[in-house]
Nanobody, 120 residues
Framework: VQLQASGGGLVQTGGSLRLSCAAS????????MGWYRQAPGKQRELVAS???????NYADSVKGRFTISRDNAKNMVDLQMNTLKPEDTAVYYC???????????????WGLGTLVTVSS
């Protein structure tokens, strides 16, 4: 299973970016898809996640500014980021909890990460 993320870049404070991530490979189902981020010198943290049923979870710091959405048929997840702040600067990682053939239980997969830089 591979996760391919796109959409990072440089934006000014108050601007918007949209991140996209597509999962490919031998996938039976994807229980949860989400985005994490890691800023320099900090631990990786959850930004937002969404289940196959559409239930969402957001970090307090992004509530009201970021929106996560998912296309189950295409195994894709998007993160719309509005009103960006300098503290949103980080490498953003796509994550998926996946069921694959011949393996009991779910496996956790990560994309390579995409850099988001918000200038002040």
């Amino acid at each position: 299973v591979q996760l391919q993320a796109s959409g990072g870049g440089l934006v000014q404070t108050g601007g918007s970016l949209r991140l996209s991530c597509a999962a490919s490979g031998r996938i039976l189902s994807i229980r949860v898809m989400g985005w994490y981020r890691q800023a320099p010198g900090k631990q990786r943290e959850l930004v937002a996640s969404i289940t196959s049923g559409g239930s969402t979870n957001y970090a307090d710091s992004v509530k009201g500014r970021f929106t996560i959405s998912r296309d189950n048929a295409k195994n894709m997840v998007d993160l719309q980021m509005n009103t960006l702040k300098p503290e949103d600067t980080a490498v953003y990682y796509c994550n998926a909890v996946v069921s694959v053939p011949y393996v009991a239980g779910d496996l956790n997969y990560w994309g390579l990460g995409t850099l988001v830089t918000v200038s002040s």
